[in-house]
């Protein structure tokens, strides 16, 4: 019995004695998973693509520069979305919102009227919408489309899928559109694949004007027929400009709306979309007063459709 003892108190001695140890090991371990699963998600559920910005190895803040550099020599009334009676107009859209409240909360405390899309069919899809429309800012469907490399990349519960016929398109459609309230229009989530078939975009877009719904093409694919197909059915629409945080980066997203400020000769409007990054949001709250002081001006992305 006594020896069970000794036995017991020098375990017990020993746990104490590497305690600070494995506590540590246990810390480093926790953030390395945390951020794995972070860069998981940065990669597998967030689909951009570079358009308009040209293809290479440059940051996305260089992109942004050269991009906006380029279109000096470009007409305003050439481009696309802008308006040459008022410049200095920005509609920030923050995607891939339902998956919690928290960071609704925070994008209700910046000071500005910033866009929020909603994924349908999730747990917090239909709260956050409408906390949302009480706090006066614009909703719209953020709707799951096709991506390439489908199904082993998945676009979520609601999906629009090239395989659908034009029935299942438009109940999956009217299905998705009734689970997000309070909408006034709608951009795709991923779509890189379903965005390219022209037929099919059609169908959805067809849905929408009768539905009296805009739609921001969010540019997944540079083949995308969104643009054009709504021109041709005279639905109002407009493109996404830039994608603020491919890479999930604090510093490179302050950098890219900074350089949009110091650039704001160059343009009239933008369309920017991010997604509920604690560091997109941080650094988009830090942009709001620098864009104040310059007379740029956020306005909801209704106030930019064409």
């Known amino acids: 019995m006594r ?18 140890a494995s506590w540590i090991w246990a810390f480093v371990l926790f953030a390395a998973v945390v951020f794995a699963g972070y860069s998981l998600y940065c990669w597998r559920y967030v689909e951009t693509a570079t358009v308009p910005f040209p293809s290479g ?7 942004v520069a050269k991009n906006l550099g380029e279109r000096e020599n470009v007409k305003p009334e050439d481009m696309k979305g802008e308006k040459t009676e008022a410049k200095n107009r920005i509609a920030i859209v923050i995607d891939d919102m339902g998956y919690n409240l928290s960071a609704l909360d925070e994008i209700l405390q910046i000071d ?9 069919h999730l747990t917090h899809s239909v709260t956050v919408a409408q906390k949302a429309n009480r706090a006066g800012r614009e909703v719209i469907l953020h709707l799951p489309m096709e991506p390439d490399g489908y199904p082993e990349k998945r676009p979520g519960s609601g999906a629009l899928l090239l395989r659908m016929d034009r029935d299942e398109i438009i109940d999956q459609l009217e299905e998705d559109i009734m689970d997000v309230p309070h909408i006034s229009g709608v951009n795709n ?21 009768g539905r009296g719904l805009f739609f921001l093409d969010s540019l997944t ?6 643009i054009q197909v709504a021109r041709e059915i005279g639905l109002r629409h407009v493109g996404r400009d830039i994608f603020l945080d491919n890479d999930c980066d604090f ?13 704001q000769d160059k ?3 933008l369309v920017i979309i991010g997604h509920p990054h604690e560091s997109t949001i941080r650094a988009i709250r ?7 002081d310059r007379q740029i001006h956020i306005v909801p992305l209704s106030g930019l459709i064409q």
């Open 3 to 20: 020896d069970s003892q000794k036995r017991v108190k020098g375990r017990v001695s020993y746990s104490k004695r590497r305690s600070p």
């Open 57 to 63: 190895e440059e940051g996305a803040a260089v992109k």
């Open 112 to 120: 500005a009227p910033i866009t929020v899309s909603i994924l349908p």
């Open 189 to 209: 989530h991923m779509g890189s694949k379903f965005m390219e078939d022209e037929e099919k975009v059609k169908i959805v877009l067809k849905q929408l004007k």
């Open 221 to 226: 694919t540079k083949n995308s027929k969104g």
């Open 251 to 263: 510093k490179e997203t302050l950098d890219i709306l900074n350089r949009i400020a110091e650039k």
């Open 267 to 269: 343009w009239n409007t």
């Open 286 to 292: 830090e942009a709001v007063p620098v864009f104040r």
